[in-house]
């Protein structure tokens, strides 16, 4: 399956941006999907997963209350709605598919990433 983020850019403290990982190839519905970031001079971190389905979601405690992930099986999208940022979010912003979890190593593909710099 071939992945790619976009909807990134530049927001202020506070604000809200919406990613969006666009996915083709093999049946999207098969794969559990998750959003990962790495800020610069950072490891790659976990942000959320979501189930095949869409039935169940998981986050980062960083994240938990202010981002939700959600999906379009129809539409072979997966989203990131991004609320309340802050510049600590400041980060690239990858999406990936496979298992539902919360490690890289449980994610076969990943898409290119898309930017996402919150200024204070």
């Known amino acids: 399956v071939q992945l790619q983020a976009f909807g990134g850019g530049l927001v202020q403290a506070g604000g809200s941006l919406r990613l969006s990982c666009a996915a083709s190839g093999r049946t999207f519905s098969r794969f559990g999907m998750g959003w990962f970031r790495q800020a610069p001079g950072k490891e790659r971190e976990f942000v959320a997963a979501?189930?095949?389905?869409?039935?169940?979601?998981y986050y980062a405690g960083s994240v938990k209350g202010r981002f939700s992930i959600s999906r379009d099986n129809a539409k072979n999208m997966v989203y990131l709605q991004m609320n309340s940022l802050k510049p600590e979010d400041t980060a690239v912003y990858y999406c990936?598919?496979?298992?539902?979890?919360?490690?890289?190593?449980?994610?076969?593909?990943w898409g290119q990433g898309t930017l996402v710099t919150v200024s204070s």
């Open positions: 990936a598919a496979g298992q539902y979890g919360s490690r890289s190593g449980e994610y076969d593909y």
């Open positions: 979501i189930t095949r389905s869409g039935g169940s979601t």
